[in-house]
């Protein structure tokens, strides 16, 4: 486990926000602490899992983003739920953009963006097991490691994506700057967040699920999300409140655990039609509002102005 300082401003300065433990990890019983940067409010993980047994530990083969081929329900669903993405990324790119997904997991974004006409992918995934499925499963180019661990040339892609990704991430500053480096000017990078400053947040307290103890390492406050991206050299176009009811899903689930209704919880899941069903008009009442618990962040490299340092 590593204590880590802010990410973004440097600060020495935290205070603990909240303390929380591994929801789908009975056998760890450890408690991990949520600080928050008294300066600029970056919300982070303290201390952190660190080592590759550490990693390996959190993210185990069974975890949700690595889709199995009998998932068949829950890839229904999620195709459902990409429209709106898919649509937005296909009215910003064309058939001759290049697009990296940082975090591609098995490939099945990649996958439906090829079925629209985009060929020119690129998929990074942490899991070797998981780009291996990508490979085989869709014969995408999904390669295993981090953005510093290939070689990619500056000014070399129109788009990246990073969907639920940048708060699992060990340093988001230095890697969104990789990435408005990798950006054509004009260039789109396009990430899904769960956003600390939404309803189920203030609802659910400790007990919501966008904290995801201990995989998420970092959540950013609506201003601290602003610097960051400016420090990184990238503006802001569009924050889309996503209306999957997700996190209303997942946030009762853990409410009810909490409380010792562990079989009502095991019925509560986003597997469940039902529960989908049941909890689908708050995920509307949220994104109307513009307090749902994600949101996707669109972002663009500026024309003018020079490379990012």
Avoid: K
């Avoid at 989908?276 to 962040?297: D, Q, T, W, Y």
């Amino acid at each position: 486990m590593r204590t880590i300082t802010c990410n973004l401003c440097g600060s020495l300065d935290q205070r603990l926000l909240c303390t929380g433990y591994d929801r789908d990890n009975p056998q760890n019983r450890r408690t991990y602490s949520l600080q928050q940067c008294p300066g600029c409010g970056l919300v982070y993980l303290s201390p952190r899992p660190d080592t590759p047994e550490e990693l390996a530990e959190i993210y185990p083969p069974t975890y949700d983003s690595y889709m199995g081929e009998r998932q068949r329900f829950l890839l229904w669903m999620r195709r459902i739920a990409w429209r709106p993405e898919l649509r937005e990324i296909l009215a910003r790119t064309t058939p001759d953009s290049a697009i990296l997904e940082l975090g591609s997991a098995t490939g099945e974004f990649l996958a439906e963006l090829r079925r629209r006409g985009r060929s020119r992918l690129l998929g990074l995934e942490l899991s070797a097991e998981a780009a291996r499925i990508a490979r085989e499963r869709h014969g995408l180019d999904v390669r295993a490691g981090q953005l510093d661990d290939v070689t990619l040339s500056a000014n070399s892609f129109d788009m990246v994506l990073l969907r639920h990704v940048l708060e699992h991430l060990p340093d988001p500053r230095e890697t969104l700057t990789s990435i408005a480096r990798l950006l054509r000017p004009g260039g789109y990078c396009i990430f899904t967040i769960p956003n600390i400053d939404s309803h189920t947040a203030r609802i659910f307290g400790r007990d919501w699920y966008g904290y995801q103890f201990p995989r998420h390492f970092y959540l950013f406050p609506r201003h601290t999300l602003h610097r960051l991206l400016d420090v990184a050299g990238l503006r802001v176009e569009r924050v889309v409140h996503q209306a999957t009811p997700n996190v209303w899903i997942g946030s009762a689930r853990f409410w009810l655990a909490a409380r010792g209704h562990t079989a009502l919880a095991r019925f509560v899941r986003y597997h469940n039609p039902l529960v989908v069903a049941a909890f689908a008009p708050l995920g509307f009442i949220s994104a109307l509002m513009r307090s749902s618990g994600v949101i996707r962040v669109i972002t663009r490299r500026p024309v003018c102005g020079g490379s990012p340092q």
